[in-house]
Nanobody, 121 residues
């Protein structure tokens, strides 16, 4: 089973930007969906966005639309570009791999270990 490894994350001031990356242990096939979720302390895991790898079709949560962008890197890496960050974006961010362009965590079978993003003022 493919493994997902995060890099990126860290501390940033409000209004700042960060880029998260998610590298897989194998190639991301065109039919796959790569997604990002986040989970703040005491809250449920929340959908951020997803991309259908081959055609590049994307889906974003309303809370990040216009600020966050998912992009394709090499054949085995997906990126989450986060701009205009605010304190409400503070969470552990996870990438996930599935086959349906979905906002439901249950539709994704493979998950990364998560990386902390903290927006502080």
């Amino acid at each position: 089973q493919a493994q997902l490894v995060h890099t990126g994350g860290g501390l940033v001031e409000p209004g700042g930007s960060l880029r998260l990356s998610c590298a897989t242990s194998g190639r991301i096939f065109s039919s796959a969906v790569m997604a990002w979720f986040r989970q703040a302390p005491g809250k449920e895991r929340e959908f951020v966005g997803a991309i259908r790898w081959g055609v590049g079709r994307t889906l974003y949560a309303d809370s990040v639309k216009g600020r966050f962008t998912i992009s394709k890197g090499s054949v085995d890496t997906a990126y989450l570009h986060m701009n205009s960050l605010n304190t409400e974006d503070t969470a552990v961010y996870f990438c996930a791999r599935g086959v349906d362009l979905s906002s439901s965590p249950s539709d994704y079978r493979t998950w990364g270990q998560g990386t902390q993003v903290t927006v502080f003022s």
